[in-house]
C-alpha cells in the first residue's frame, strides 16, 4: 500500500502533492475491499444500504465525472453508471477484482491528466457543470481528495463491523 502523504515529506509541485493523497486513499480503499471476504463485499451493514463494491465503483465513477466529464469535457457514456434506483449499483456478475482494475485505471488517468496541465487551468465547458463555469483543475482534485478521504472513513467503519482491517 501506498505510505501516507507526510506534510513534511517533500514534493516538487502542487500536482504531486494532489496525486500524492490520491493514491494514497485510493490503494487504502482497495487494501480494505481487498481484506473483506466476498459476502462481506456486497452486504450492507449500515441503513443507508450501501456496500463496500458499490463504494468503490462510486469512487471510480467518481473521479471520472470529475476529470473526464468534467474537467476534460469528453463524452462519457453513463456518467451515473454507478447509480440505479437511486442508489449507487454493482451487478451481480461485477468483481472485486474488475472493480478493482477499473478504480486503478481511472486512477492513472487521472495523474496522466494532471501531469499535462496546469492546476489553474480551467475545465472544459459541458454538462457536468450544470450550467456553471467549470472549475479550476485544483478545485477539481481538492473536492475528490475529501470525497475520497470522506468514503475511506465510511469504509474504515464497515470494515470494522465487519471484522476486517480498522485504520491506516
Known amino acids: ?46 441503513p ?14 467518481v473521479e471520472r465525472r470529475w476529470i473526464e466529464w468534467g474537467f476534460q469535457g469528453r463524452v462519457v457514456a453513463e456518467p451515473w453508471g454507478d447509480r440505479r434506483d437511486d442508489r449507487w ?9 474488475d472493480l478493482v482494475a477499473a478504480l486503478r485505471a481511472q486512477g492513472a488517468h487521472t495523474s ?7 492546476l489553474t487551468e480551467i475545465g472544459a465547458p459541458g454538462p457536468r457543470w450544470e450550467g456553471a463555469d467549470p472549475a479550476s483543475l485544483e478545485r477539481v482534485l481538492f473536492h475528490l481528495v475529501q470525497e475520497y478521504a470522506r468514503h475511506l472513513g465510511h469504509l474504515d467503519v464497515v470494515a470494522e463491523l465487519a471484522g476486517g482491517p480498522t485504520g491506516e
Open 1 to 46: 500500500m501506498t505510505s501516507f502523504p507526510e506534510p513534511t515529506a517533500p514534493a516538487g509541485s502542487r500536482a504531486e502533492v494532489f496525486l500524492r493523497y490520491l493514491d494514497y486513499f485510493r490503494e487504502s480503499m482497495v487494501a480494505k475491499v481487498s481484506a473483506l471476504d466476498e459476502p462481506e463485499l456486497r452486504r450492507s451493514r449500515l
Open 48 to 61: 443507508s444500504g450501501w456496500t463496500p463494491l458499490e463504494l468503490l465503483t462510486h469512487l471510480r465513477h
Open 89 to 97: 449499483y454493482v451487478a451481480p456478475d461485477e468483481t472485486r477484482a
Open 112 to 118: 496522466a491528466v494532471v501531469s499535462g496541465h496546469d
